[in-house]
């Protein structure tokens, strides 16, 4: 009754196509089908918003044959629900909320793979805060933490849907650009988060200005592995950061 939300009265001797949801039943099928041939069977189900792990086991009776089967149904949506959060604690950054250097790693490696994608779809833009160890030495490291926080917030107001954030480590931090149609496009992007920088912030009570300089790496024929990208887009950075800092180089 809990589970269907529908009273014994009205579930009691009937068929089971008839008692489920027609979407929760099409994934039911084929596994009573596979018990009905004799085979034990366990499988994960998610149905009416909780989720079950569920096992048929058939009955083997004195003729050929099965004449039934038994199941059982543990509600497992807590567990679930566990390995969602942990999996999303691994590949996410705990200061500022933002995916770590796993998750945008694994995100650009697949990226990097399709089969579509052609030279200069997209690109890395590679940041850190200027000045941010005088930052954390005059102010403070709560208070850096609040720099980290209002930059990464600052850093996603600028970026499409379809981008991505990431914090690596440290004041490190990378921009995934997809689905570019020329530098103009990476170019225009990394312009707008150096204009987002320029309001002072107040945090810990005091005025700061979050400074930032950018590399930016396109995609080339020859970039395999999200090293390849990283590499060329840190060397630009370091680029921007000798010849004048807030500003952007790209890569060659």
């Known amino acids: 009754e809990r589970a269907l ?40 189900l998610e149905a009416g918003g909780r989720a079950y792990e569920v096992t048929y086991v058939p009955e083997h009776g004195e003729h050929a044959g099965v004449p039934g089967v038994y199941g059982l149904a543990l509600d497992i949506s807590r567990l679930k629900s566990v390995e969602r959060e942990l999996r999303e604690s691994a590949e996410r950054d705990v200061l500022t909320g933002l995916p770590n250097r796993r998750h945008f790693e694994q995100r650009l490696a697949a ?19 200027d000045e941010f160890k005088r930052i954390n030495d005059t102010h403070g490291h709560d208070t850096g933490d609040q720099v980290l926080r209002e930059f990464a917030r600052r850093l996603t107001a600028c970026v499409r849907t ?4 990431a914090r690596l480590a440290g004041d490190e931090f990378v921009i995934l650009l997809d689905r570019l149609s020329d530098v103009v496009e990476a170019s225009r992007i990394a312009e707008k988060v ?20 950018i590399g930016v790496a396109l995609r080339k024929a020859q970039d395999r592995v999200p090293a390849d ?17 807030g500003s952007y180089r790209v890569a060659e």
């Not at 990226?111 to 805060?129: H, K």
């Not at 379809?162 to 954030?165: I, Q, Y």
């Open 5 to 44: 939300r529908r009273p014994l009265s009205e579930v009691t001797g009937q068929a089971l196509e008839s008692v489920y949801e027609a979407a929760t039943w099409s994934k039911l099928a084929p596994h009573l089908d596979r018990a009905f041939a004799g085979e034990r069977v366990r499988f994960e």
């Open 111 to 129: 990226r990097l793979e399709g089969t579509a994608l052609t030279a200069g779809s997209i690109a890395v833009l590679f940041l850190d805060l």
């Open 162 to 165: 379809d981008d991505l954030v």
């Open 194 to 213: 150096l204009a987002a920088m320029l309001p002072l912030a107040r945090l810990g009570g005091v005025e700061i200005a979050l400074r930032t300089s």
């Open 229 to 245: 990208l990283l590499k060329r887009a840190d060397v630009a950075l370091y680029r921007a950061k000798a010849e004048q800092r």
